[in-house]
C-alpha cells in the first residue's frame, strides 16, 4: 500500500515559499530576545515612537519621557526607596501583608 502524500495539490501558498529541504534553527532568536528588544514606528506625521520589550517576568517598562531621567533600574531604585521613606511607617507593610494572605500560590 502507497503511502498518502501530505502535500495540498491546490495550496494557497505562493511558489516562492517552498520551503522543501530548507532546516530551520531552534532557538535561533531565543537569546537575544531574552536580552529584550525595541521597535521604532514611524508615525504618519513623520515622528518616531519607540517602545521598548523586555520579555522578562515582572519586567516593569519605562515610558521614554521617563528613561531620559531614569536610564538605568539603579537610579529607578534609588529614586523609590527615597519615596517609600516618605510612607507613614507600618503603611505599606501592612498592604502587603494582606495581599500575602489573599494570594497564596503552592
Known amino acids: 500500500m502507497k503511502k498518502a502524500n501530505n502535500t495540498r495539490k491546490n495550496d494557497d501558498m505562493l511558489?516562492?515559499?517552498?520551503?522543501?529541504g530548507?532546516?530551520?534553527?531552534?532557538?535561533?532568536?531565543?537569546?537575544?530576545?531574552k536580552e529584550g528588544y525595541s521597535i521604532?514606528?514611524?508615525?504618519?506625521?513623520?515622528?518616531?515612537?519607540?517602545k521598548y520589550?523586555?520579555?522578562?517576568e515582572n519586567a516593569?517598562?519605562?515610558?521614554?519621557?521617563v528613561?531620559?531621567?531614569f536610564p538605568d533600574s539603579e537610579s529607578v531604585n534609588r529614586a523609590l526607596r527615597s519615596?517609600?521613606?516618605?510612607i507613614p511607617e507600618g503603611h505599606g507593610k501592612q498592604q502587603v501583608d494582606q495581599?500575602?494572605?489573599?494570594?497564596?500560590t503552592k
Do not use: W
Not at 519615596?83 to 516618605?86: E, V
Open 15 to 20: 511558489p516562492e515559499y517552498d520551503f522543501k
Open 22 to 33: 530548507k532546516k530551520g534553527v531552534r532557538g535561533k532568536y531565543a537569546a537575544a530576545l
Open 40 to 50: 521604532r514606528i514611524i508615525n504618519e506625521d513623520g515622528t518616531v515612537t519607540v
Open 53 to 56: 520589550f523586555v520579555p522578562r
Open 60 to 65: 516593569i517598562v519605562l515610558d521614554s519621557d
Open 67 to 69: 528613561q531620559v531621567y
Open 83 to 86: 519615596l517609600i521613606q516618605l
Open 99 to 104: 495581599k500575602k494572605a489573599r494570594y497564596t
